[in-house]
C-alpha cells in the first residue's frame, strides 16, 4: 500500500476537536459497533500511543514542562505522528483493519498553528512529512465552544491551561480544515445527544466499508 494520501487498504477514521468534546467515548462506541459486524478493529490515539510516544507526551502535557518554544512543541507533536503512524497505523491498514484514531493532524494543525498563531502551512508540511502524507479516509469534528469543553473536567493539563482565546482560536482552526474539504469531513455538534451522534457517524461510515 501506497502510505501517500488515502490508503487503500482498510479504513482510516479520525476523530477531532477541542476540549471535551467526546472523541474518545465517539471513538470507543463507533469501534463497538464495527466490532459487532466482524471488523477487525484498531482503536488508537494521539498523543502518546507509542513507547516513544508516551515520553513526548508526557513532555507537552505535563504543567511541569513549563514553557517551550511553539516550534519546538510542534515539532514534538510531529515525532510523536511518526512513531504513530510508522509503527502502529500504517501495519494495521495493511493488514486490512478498521484505524479509529481519536487526534492526528488537524490537532497539531488547530493546536500549533491556529492556536499558537504559527504558519499553518509551514506546520502542515511537518505534520504531513512526519505521517508520509497518510490521510483519513474520514475526519469526524466534535464541534464544542471551548469554555463548553473545558468545564466538564477539573484539573487541566499544559494544553488545556491555555487561555480561552487560545482554544478559540483552536476550533476555528478545525472548523476551517473541516470546510476546506467536505468530503472527507462529518462536522456534528458536540451537545448533541451521544447516541444521536453516534448514529451520524455510522451512518457515514457504513459506506466507507464497502471498500474497506
Same mark, same amino acid.
Request: charge should be negative; glycine fraction near 8%; aromatic fraction near 6%.
Given at each position: 500500500?501506497?502510505?501517500?494520501?488515502?490508503?487503500?487498504? $482498510?479504513?482510516?477514521?479520525?476523530?477531532? $476537536?477541542?476540549?471535551?468534546? $467526546?472523541?474518545?467515548?465517539?471513538?470507543?462506541?463507533?469501534?463497538d459497533?464495527?466490532?459487532?459486524?466482524?471488523?477487525?478493529?484498531?482503536?488508537?490515539?494521539?498523543?502518546?500511543?507509542?513507547?516513544?510516544?508516551?515520553?513526548?507526551?508526557?513532555?507537552?502535557?505535563?504543567?511541569?514542562?513549563?514553557?517551550?518554544?511553539?516550534?519546538?512543541?510542534?515539532?514534538l507533536?510531529a515525532?510523536?505522528?511518526?512513531?504513530?503512524?510508522?509503527?502502529?497505523?500504517?501495519?494495521?491498514?495493511?493488514? $486490512?483493519?478498521?484505524?479509529?484514531?481519536?487526534?492526528?493532524?488537524?490537532?497539531?494543525?488547530?493546536?500549533?498553528?491556529?492556536?499558537?498563531?504559527?504558519?499553518?502551512?509551514?506546520?502542515?508540511?511537518?505534520?504531513?512529512?512526519?505521517?508520509r502524507?497518510?490521510?483519513?479516509?474520514?475526519?469526524?469534528?466534535?464541534?464544542?465552544?471551548?469554555?463548553?469543553?473545558?468545564?466538564?473536567?477539573?484539573?487541566?493539563?499544559?494544553?488545556?491551561?491555555?487561555?480561552?482565546?487560545?482554544?478559540?482560536?483552536?476550533?476555528?482552526?478545525?472548523?476551517?480544515?473541516?470546510?476546506?474539504?467536505?468530503?472527507?469531513?462529518?462536522?456534528?455538534?458536540?451537545?448533541?445527544?451521544?447516541?444521536?451522534?453516534?448514529?451520524?457517524?455510522?451512518?457515514?461510515?457504513?459506506?466507507?466499508?464497502?471498500?474497506?
Open positions: 500500500m501506497s502510505a501517500g494520501a488515502y490508503p487503500d487498504r $482498510g479504513l482510516f477514521v479520525c476523530f477531532e $476537536g477541542g476540549e471535551g468534546a $467526546g472523541k474518545s467515548t465517539q471513538s470507543r462506541l463507533l469501534r459497533w464495527l466490532v459487532e459486524r466482524g471488523r477487525t478493529v484498531l482503536l488508537t490515539f494521539e498523543p502518546g500511543d507509542t513507547p516513544v510516544g508516551k515520553e513526548l507526551r508526557r513532555i507537552v502535557l505535563d504543567p511541569a514542562t513549563g514553557d517551550l518554544s511553539d516550534r519546538t512543541e510542534a515539532l507533536y515525532a510523536d505522528k511518526a512513531e504513530h503512524v510508522d509503527h502502529v497505523v500504517l501495519p494495521a491498514l495493511e493488514r $486490512g483493519e478498521v484505524v479509529i484514531t481519536d487526534r492526528y493532524v488537524d490537532s497539531t494543525l488547530a493546536y500549533q498553528g491556529a492556536g499558537r498563531t504559527l504558519d499553518v502551512a509551514e506546520v502542515e508540511a511537518v505534520a504531513r512529512w512526519a505521517t502524507d497518510l490521510r483519513p479516509h474520514l475526519t469526524v469534528l466534535l464541534d464544542l465552544e471551548p469554555q463548553a469543553g473545558l468545564d466538564r473536567f477539573s484539573g487541566r493539563d499544559r494544553i488545556e491551561g491555555q487561555s480561552l482565546d487560545f482554544h478559540r482560536r483552536v476550533r476555528q482552526g478545525f472548523l476551517d480544515l473541516a470546510a476546506a474539504d467536505p468530503d472527507h469531513y462529518l462536522v456534528l455538534d458536540a451537545r448533541d445527544p451521544i447516541d444521536e451522534i453516534a448514529d451520524a457517524v455510522r451512518a457515514r461510515v457504513a459506506p466507507l466499508l464497502e471498500r474497506a
